[in-house]
């Protein structure tokens, strides 16, 4: 009943065309607001996605790290009863350290990531490889893979035409030494291949076997930096963390993907809800319009408010009449809005009709990403403020005397 009285007057013509105007002006405006956070959140989830799928390549589910220090001691048993747990569907042993890495008169400071041979199987590195393969030879004969900012950093060779460079790695040895010259280790390999996963990592990781790594930094024979696990698809990542903190447990600390890069999901998240913020505004200021439509049509139904109060309408049922009509604006401008973001959206699934500018990311158009609890939250997020919009004058109805002069 209440929508019905709200919706004839929504269509009815009014005394004052300012009225009309004004409240397709407040719809319009609600519609536009909406579109424009639906659309913003759906990009962020793209890149959010893309992000992930990066960083996916080079973070497994779950890391293990020692509880304190850089260094832990894992067993052979206790490997085997990790290799054991029903989730694991694999675990590479990590030895890793910042090296300088020379080449020539070339040199960058790397993070040297020493791996066992399963871990190529467990991460999806070796599907990024650009040049070279993934050859991280062994202990007498090391090779190394590195990323492709580092290759330009060092001007590293892998030209078919010319021989693999051999680079030179100087790393700190675990000693107790003040010898400088005995505290540091030099190395050398051959540079086998080189990966492109996301600039940060390019810029940052080189990857050799665990055995060289090991014996330039002196490690015994159960010690390790990290040891990194994929889980078995639809298992819960928390639950899996969970166990096997119980499994191993004070002396190491288990990180998941998302605490490895705490930072940088953090800070899209943050990016992502300070934008649908500042786009709420447009809709709280697309209530002030409300107000003045609603407060207008309360004083141009003073006559048809007097007859139904008469008539023996409560002033509940009166409130209602007119926040159904405030709730009726939010509805009709969130329903357009929405209906034109996911209309946006499709076509740019479908033909990539908005691009990115500059040509240097690794897609030329914006992603997007429809997630249905964004659509949920926008919605009601414009309804809802609708509604608080409505509230004075509705209330301004309710309180009018009687009048039937």
Known sequence: MYFSFAWRYFKAKKSANAINIIAWVTTIVIAFATC???LVLSVFNGFEGLVKSLY?????????????????????????????????????????????????????????????????????????????NFDIGNVDTPKIVVG???????????????????????????????????????GNARASGVFIIQQEIDNQYAITNIDFVKQQMGFGTDEYSAAEMKLKEKINIEDAKINLEKLLGKGFKIQTRFEQNANLYNTMRLEKWAIYAVLTLILIIAAFNMVSALTMLVLEKRKDISILRSMGTTKTVIRKIFLAEGLLLGIIGAATGIGLALFICLLQLKFHIIKISGGSFLIDYFPVKLIGTDFLMVATTAVSIAFLASWFPAGKAAAQKIELK
């Open 56 to 132: 996916s390549s080079f973070y497994n589910d779950l890391k293990i790290i020692p509880a304190t220090g850089k260094t832990f001691t894992l067993t052979t048993a206790q490997i085997n009863s990790i290799n054991k747990l029903p989730y694991n569907a694999g675990m590479a042993l990590i030895a890793e350290e910042k090296a300088l890495l020379q080449n020539g008169e070339s040199q960058t400071i790397v993070s040297l990531k020493g791996v066992d041979e399963n871990y190529k199987n467990i991460s999806g590195v070796i599907t990024k490889i650009s040049t070279g």
């Open 36 to 38: 424009c956070q639906l």
């Open 148 to 186: 492709y900012g580092i290759q330009n950093a060092a001007s590293i060779n892998l030209s078919e035409a010319f021989p693999a460079s051999v680079v030179t790695l100087i790393l700190p040895k675990k000693s107790n030494n003040t010898d400088v010259a005995d505290a540091m280790s030099v």
